[in-house]
């Protein structure tokens, strides 16, 4: 190691860009040597460079605390994490088989039940997920597809394999990210990119577009797509509307929707436009108020209707949290199996469910070393990371198993892998993951790469923005650009 | 263009030129404030009263204060968050537009007004502040413009920008009224004559604060009366804060979103805005100061009051 990393300590963890005898991985190998000609004082200047972009173009996401918002800029580690082609060509195939079985999964939930027939997921389990939509049993969607958009979460364990950590399947956010910490990279360091083969990701709003317009009720060529946010005052609205500009659509709130013969209408100056499809960005829960949560005022009333009528499409469709409950996710490995008669390719954390007997034992005695989620809660909330925990949680948690069984899942911990982030003026190693974001319309979609998400708090495990995490740019690398020269 | 969307341009605007019109009549004061200390004239902190009176700020200003300064003024005119009119409340209503039409507009206009709405916060704007009241509303000013020049250069000119048009002719047009009628509330010295120098520096910081001395100039020959400013300032053709420029560009806006002909009406805000400008067009400013100056304004501001009513029943609030 050299220059800015000559402290540098992979500590015995995976490493993304060294290996544990210290030694460069050639991936990473000119990103070291054109960084290794930078002083410290040039690298914080960069670093002072991209956080006033950030800044000044508003990137910023809001933090609630107590009745007051206020504005924060995600932080940005300016240590790219870097994916060579043949690993990422293992990702793509892992997950587009992934979501291919979880769109079947979906069509059969809210079918015939084909897989809780045939006794591979039992019923109780699809009855009692929170997202399950009975409402919407025998509703069928434009060309089957239920979740357009899926925000998989990839975490490296130990020894560098990919694991799947979980499925988003709602309304997965951070995409945003990707394109604008490209751009910050760009605008920093513009000489870094030259001949290293990185692919672009610029196309995702083109993409998201074309799948959102291949999904139009009835075919119609030539549909109105908008983008619904639930406001200004959520902490993604930043990407809501970043996404409309991108793709050239309106961005709308529910006030600005209308139904009126079950069919979905913006207000405009010049009278009632009808909308096709809408990408919608808020919950289920809150998105009709006649139909779900009755005090939603993000909400339009009459949308479900409209929707179950075929008038209107909505992406992700309702109802696609039963795929999404860490309970449903146990069981993703064997829907590869029963839907495609493929073995999976990208293998789950290994997983307790604490509603089965036998696990459940095996969690309460092994609470102190496991990680426990609660079932549908998101965000890095519900969660308990064993080793790190104080008695007090790990009783709390205990009892909360044991309260509701259905509610918990268990994992061991994994020593997520590490990349060298830029702490308190130098390189230390950071535990991160990927969230790569997937498209399903007329054909699956992945952008290269994602959002590599870092905790930025020394030891945590936890990547989350609530929690304090931050992210990267992430490179994919074209074939053939894996040897430097 | 979703009705929202086209509210939320049209107040943007609105609030850019309310900063803007709003620093304008703090720097002529602050001019004519010094003025008056050159010539000696005791208790200059009465001079900060009609400024409050222009702005109808004056009750809000008494509940916080229990007596007029500059300092006070210039800080609840410029800073004051609880005041929902001071500039930094304007800066951060407009924002609040702009995040909502992020996708309408360009991302250089939002940069342009979220940084200048970050600067307003920072530390640095009231340093800056302390140093020089007067260049830092320069500064402002200067902002304020180069958000509208970068509006006219980067946004395409349909029916968004037609939007930000008419509010910011709108607004104009009732802060000239506002600067105008400023005069009326400034009170000459005792034993000052009407068209005696006291009387003459208060109509040139008046048109100094509409930027509009080095044009009156070239049409005036040297003389500053009352009678010629407001006549300036109300009915030029081609001055850019003129009140019936404003009307007549507000009316050009508004046909252009209906797509209706000049001269013709669709709504209620074409009609009156028309009838607005056809009156600006005859009139003589003979019949405005018989009328009285004051009165006129008042008469003024109340119907511009009305067509933004009028638009907004039209486009934005009609369901």
Redesign the interface.
């Given at each position: 190691m050299q220059g800015l990393f000559d402290q540098y300590e992979t500590e015995g963890f995976f490493d993304e860009m060294f290996e544990a005898d210290g030694k460069v991985r050639p991936h990473y190998e000119r990103l070291l040597g054109r960084f290794s000609d930078m002083d410290t004082a040039t690298f914080e200047r960069k670093r002072a460079m991209a956080e006033s972009a950030y800044?000044?173009?508003?990137i910023t996401f809001t933090v609630y605390r107590g009745d007051e918002g206020t504005e924060r800029i995600m932080p940005f580690d300016l240590v790219p994490r870097i994916i060579p082609a043949d690993e990422w060509r293992h990702l793509e195939r892992g997950l587009e088989q992934r979501l291919r079985a979880l769109n079947l999964f979906l069509h059969d939930v809210y079918h015939d039940q084909r897989i809780v027939k045939e006794g591979v997921i039992p019923l109780e389990i699809i009855r009692t997920a929170k997202h399950y939509r009975p409402e919407l049993v025998g509703l069928d969607v434009p060309h089957g597809i239920y979740i357009h958009v899926c925000g998989t979460d990839l975490v490296r364990g130990a020894d560098g394999q990919y694991f799947v950590l979980e499925d988003n399947g709602r309304c997965p956010s951070g995409v945003s990210y990707v394109l604008e910490n490209r751009q910050a990279m760009k605008r920093v360091f513009p000489k870094l990119f030259s001949r290293y083969g990185v692919r672009p990701v610029d196309r995702y709003p083109q993409e998201l577009l074309a799948a959102l317009r291949y999904v139009a009720p009835g075919g119609n060529p030539d549909p109105t797509v908008v983008v619904l946010t639930p406001?200004?005052y959520n902490s993604a609205?930043f990407e809501h509307?970043?996404l409309?500009?991108a793709m050239g659509?309106?961005?709308?709130?529910s006030?600005?929707l209308?139904v009126q013969n079950s069919r979905v209408f913006?207000?405009?100056?010049?009278g009632?436009k009808q909308v096709d499809v809408i990408y919608r960005r808020i919950d289920d829960d809150f998105l009709d108020p006649t139909v779900f949560r009755k005090d939603s005022v993000l909400g339009v009333p009459g949308i479900v209707n409209a929707y179950r009528e075929g008038n209107v499409n909505l992406a992700n469709a309702l109802g696609t949290g039963v795929a999404d409950d860490k309970v449903t996710y146990y069981y993703v490995p064997a829907m590869i199996r029963f839907y495609l008669g493929e073995e999976p390719i990208l293998p789950n954390v290994d997983t307790y469910l604490s509603a089965v007997e036998s696990d459940r034992k095996y969690i309460l005695e092994n609470l102190e070393n496991l990680v426990v989620k609660a079932a549908n809660e998101s965000g890095g909330y519900g969660m308990m990371i064993g080793p790190h925990a104080t008695k007090e949680e790990i009783e709390k948690f205990r009892a909360a198993i044991i309260a509701d069984p259905r509610g918990y899942i268990a994992q061991p911990v994994v020593s997520l892998s590490r990349s060298p982030s830029r702490v308190d003026g130098k390189f230390e190693g950071r535990h991160i993951d990927l969230r790569p974001y997937i498209l399903m319309g007329e054909k699956t979609t992945i952008i290269p790469g994602g959002l590599t998400r870092v905790a930025m708090r020394k030891g945590s495990l936890v990547v989350n923005s609530s929690q304090g995490g931050g992210t990267k740019d992430t490179w994919v690398l074209d074939e053939g650009e894996e040897q430097p020269c | 263009?979703?009705?929202?969307?086209?509210d939320s341009c049209f107040w943007l605007s609105r609030y850019i030129e309310r900063a803007e019109s709003s620093s304008r009549i703090l720097d002529v004061n602050m001019q004519l404030v010094l003025d008056f200390e050159a010539l000696n004239y005791s208790d200059s902190n009465q001079q900060w009263l009609p400024i409050l009176a222009t702005l109808e700020d004056q009750e809000l200003f008494l509940q916080l204060h229990d007596k007029i300064s500059g300092d006070a003024v210039m800080e609840f005119i410029t800073f004051e968050k609880t005041n929902p009119n001071s500039i930094l409340a304007s800066v951060t209503h407009a924002r609040?537009n702009a995040?909502?039409v992020?996708?309408q507009i360009s991302?250089e206009m939002?940069?342009r007004i979220?940084?200048l709405y970050?600067y307003l916060q920072s530390p640095s704007a009231r340093a800056a502040h302390r140093e020089s009241p007067i260049g830092f509303h320069r500064t402002l000013v200067e902002n304020l413009h180069s958000f509208q020049g970068i509006t006219d250069a980067t946004m395409t000119h349909g029916?968004g920008w037609q939007f930000l048009q008419a509010g910011k002719f709108l607004e104009r047009a009732d802060s000239t009224s506002r600067v105008l009628d400023f005069k009326y509330h400034v009170l000459l010295p005792q034993g000052e004559k009407v068209g005696g120098n006291i009387d003459v520096t208060q109509w040139m910081a008046v048109l100094r604060s509409c930027s509009a001395m080095e044009a009156y100039f070239k049409i005036s020959n040297g003389r500053v009366s009352s009678w010629e400013v407001a006549e300036f300032l109300i009915l030029h053709d081609s001055f850019p804060r003129s009140i019936r420029f404003c009307v007549d560009s507000l009316d050009s806006a508004l046909h252009r979103?209906s797509g209706t002909d000049r001269g013709h009406f669709e709504n209620e805000a074409e009609r009156l805005s028309g009838l607005l400008r056809s009156n600006l067009d005859f009139a003589n400013i003979g019949s405005i100061f018989k009328t009285g100056l004051h009165q006129y304004l008042e008469e003024t501001q109340i119907r511009l009051n009305g067509i933004s009513n009028a638009l907004a029943e039209t486009?934005?609030r009609?369901?």
């Open positions: 800044l000044n173009q508003g406001g200004i609205y509307s970043f409309a500009r659509i309106e961005i709308v709130t006030q600005d209308v913006m207000k405009t100056t010049k009632l | 263009m979703l009705s929202r969307v086209a609040e995040r909502t992020r996708e991302s939002w940069e979220n940084r970050l029916e979103i486009y934005c009609w369901l």
